[in-house]
């Protein structure tokens, strides 16, 4: 069992930064993939981005590459998401998740329960 907890959320203007944290408890995080996804009011989740379990590969989605990166520090259990130049488009609920595999592309296996990102113009 993974817990993930994600923290860094909050309001910012257009073209602001935003540094999203997702701290995972057990002693199995270097084994996991991590990634993040989102949800709009609305609309379905999307994938953001993955990375996988040693850090060496991370996979982008086309919104959001070139802006946002992803990272991990398996010592400290936590993946972190910079987002830069951010757009009132970005606005969603923004959550961790881990996948099995190791990879960083899916299936989910945990989810945080989510921090919100809001972006105004």
């Known amino acids: 069992q993974v817990q993930l907890v994600e923290s860094g959320g909050g309001l910012v203007q257009a073209g602001g930064s935003l540094r999203l944290s997702c701290a995972a408890s057990g002693r199995t995080f270097s084994s996991y993939g991590m990634g993040w996804f989102r949800q709009a009011l609305g609309k379905e989740r999307e994938f953001v981005v993955g990375?996988?379990?040693?850090?060496?590969?991370?996979n982008y989605a086309d919104s959001v590459k070139g802006r946002f990166t992803i990272s991990r520090d398996n010592a400290k259990n936590t993946v972190y998401l910079q987002m830069n130049s951010l757009k009132p488009e970005d606005t969603a609920v923004y959550y961790c998740?881990?996948?099995?595999?190791?990879?960083?592309?899916?299936?989910?296996?945990?989810w945080g329960q989510g921090t919100q990102v809001t972006v105004s113009s």
């Open positions: 998740a881990a996948d099995q595999m190791g990879r960083g592309t899916g299936p989910v296996a945990y």
């Open positions: 990375i996988s379990k040693t850090g060496r590969r991370t």
